[in-house]
């Protein structure tokens, strides 16, 4: 069974950083491409940045890019995502995400697997 796992969520000043992560486990970790999506309060659930299984190439929605790296370890199994200049505007709970063998994609409905999400709050 394929578990997905966030941490690193908590309150962060505005102009802050934060890194979160997200660790597998239950699948080759190498194999998964990895998302990160927000859901903000009373909004939909919205692509933030991805990474892909080969060539770690990276994709960002234009509201993160410059401020948020997606990144991976496949020795750890884990994906991180670095928030630097952190405004309220990112506040919400972020989810990681992954698909099997697939291309980096702002669609949640290509991600097969899910975490449970981790609270991010940006406030001063």
């Known amino acids: 069974q394929v578990r997905l796992v966030e941490s690193g969520g908590g309150l962060v000043r505005p102009a802050g950083s934060l890194r979160l992560s997200c660790t597998a486990s239950?699948?080759?970790?190498?194999?998964?491409?990895m998302g990160w999506f927000r859901q903000s309060p009373g909004k939909g659930r919205s692509f933030v940045g991805g990474i892909s299984w080969v060539r770690n190439t990276t994709l960002y929605a234009d509201s993160v890019k410059g401020r948020f790296t997606v990144s991976r370890d496949n020795s750890k199994n884990t994906v991180y995502l670095q928030m630097n200049s952190l405004t309220p505007e990112d506040t919400g709970v972020y989810y990681c995400a992954g698909m099997l063998r697939g291309t980096v994609s702002f669609r949640r409905e290509t991600y097969s697997y899910w975490g449970q999400g981790t609270q991010v709050t940006v406030s001063s």
């Open positions: 239950g699948v080759t970790f190498s194999n998964l491409v």
